[in-house]
């Protein structure tokens, strides 16, 4: 396994803070409650999603609770990607956390919008573990709000 360090990221783009992870956390509304409800196409978009925004995937799991819904998680190298649907409300609520440069959570949000036939969507995207250059820290603010979607 090839580990790159974050800390490239310094000499790259010249810059004082990095940020170890990107977390995207994503309501979906006015979904399609046949696919909500359906355990085999949840894992499939939830994979899906995550090898478009060019992740590696490590493992997955999934759940189907009775009389309805679906949670699980797909495991990246980059972190993991995770869902709880409410087939009865048309809502999903999904967590894309991705560490690294190589893969945007946003692809994967905006791939599951349309698998879902998503009629609305919001998303925070946070900034987690900010990196100082100076210090090599971590600092313990726990988190940048960096965007806010709605609709």
């Known amino acids: 396994m090839d580990v790159k360090s974050p800390l490239k990221a310094f000499e790259q783009d010249g810059v004082e803070e990095i940020n170890l992870g990107q977390h995207v956390l994503a309501e979906f509304f006015e979904c399609d409650p046949n696919i909500l409800n359906n355990i085999d196409k949840i894992e499939k978009y939830m994979v899906d999603a995550a090898l478009e925004c060019g992740a590696t995937i490590v493992q997955k799991c999934f759940h189907m609770f009775n009389p309805y819904g679906v949670s699980g998680v797909v495991i990246i190298s980059e972190s993991h990607l995770a869902i709880h649907t409410w087939p009865e409300l048309g809502y999903a609520a999904v967590d894309l956390f991705t560490c690294g440069d190589k893969c ?10 349309e698998k879902f036939h998503c009629q609305n969507a919001n998303f925070s995207e946070l900034k987690r573990g900010v990196l100082n250059k100076n210090t090599m820290k971590v600092s313990e603010t726990p988190f940048v709000v960096a965007e806010q979607v709605c609709g």
């Open 104 to 113: 945007d959570p946003k692809v994967a949000y905006e791939y599951l919008k």
